[in-house]
Structure formats: structure tokens, C-alpha cells
């Protein structure tokens, strides 16, 4: 069974970094793709990244770019330790929301995905 906990949320100023950590504790991990969504209130859930099973694939959403297109995130995961990670760079307060990893087929389609974490916040404060 799938059980995702997320960590590395807080309070940061913009510009500034965060990463954030999901650790599937099921024996289970290897057999899904990971992705991870942010709500901010009176939002609806909104696609940032996603990593297929294999470490062969990933996909980031408009959220993961700059504004000049260049990317400010960073997906990856380590099967070793059942955990998936968000780096977040040039932070900015719009990205402040809950971020929520979930475990399911690779997609961009929050519907997609089977399992949710229960989502760790992160504020960035201009």
C-alpha cells in the first residue's frame, strides 16, 4: 500500500530556495511515477512536475518555469530511499501554496494519480 508523507515546506523570502521531500513508506514505491501538485486557496490543484517509473521521463508544468521559460524546478527521485523530491528555486509569492506529491501513471492529469499525500505548505513572502 502507498502511504506518501511530505516534508521541506516553510516560510522562505522570494527568491529564495526550498526542497521538498515525499517518502513513500509502502513497499510499493518502484511501481508508480511521482508527481507533485500545489492548491493555493480558492485555486484549484495545479500540475508542477512529474517522473515516470524508470527515471526516463519527466514533465514540468508552466508553474516549474520562469518567466523567461528557463526552469526554476527540479524533479527527482531515489528508489533506494522510496522518496521523490521537488527542488524550488527564484521562489516567488505566487508559488506559495500546499504541495502535494501523489503516485500513479506518469500524467500531467491530477485525476490520473491514485494515491495523496497530505501535503506540505510552503509561503514565500515578498
Known amino acids: 500500500q502507498v502511504q506518501l508523507v511530505e516534508s521541506g515546506g516553510g516560510l522562505v523570502q522570494a527568491g529564495g530556495s526550498l526542497r521538498l521531500s515525499c517518502v513513500d513508506s509502502?513497499?510499493?514505491?518502484?511501481?508508480?511515477?511521482m508527481g507533485w501538485f500545489r492548491q493555493a486557496p480558492g485555486k484549484e490543484r495545479e500540475f508542477v512536475a512529474a517522473?515516470?517509473?524508470?527515471?526516463?521521463?519527466?514533465?514540468?508544468?508552466?508553474?516549474a518555469r520562469g518567466d523567461s521559460g528557463e526552469g526554476r524546478f527540479r524533479i527527482s527521485r531515489v528508489d533506494a530511499k522510496n522518496t521523490v523530491y521537488l527542488e524550488m528555486n527564484s521562489l516567488k509569492p505566487e508559488d506559495t501554496a500546499i504541495y502535494h506529491c501523489?503516485?500513479?501513471?506518469?500524467?500531467?492529469?491530477?485525476?490520473?494519480?491514485?494515491?495523496w499525500g497530505q501535503g506540505t505548505q510552503v509561503t514565500v513572502s515578498s
Open positions: 501523489a503516485a500513479g501513471p506518469f500524467s500531467t492529469v491530477v485525476d490520473d494519480y491514485d494515491y
Open positions: 509502502g513497499r510499493t514505491f518502484t511501481n508508480y511515477a
Open positions: 517522473i515516470n517509473r524508470s527515471d526516463s521521463a519527466i514533465a514540468y508544468g508552466d508553474s
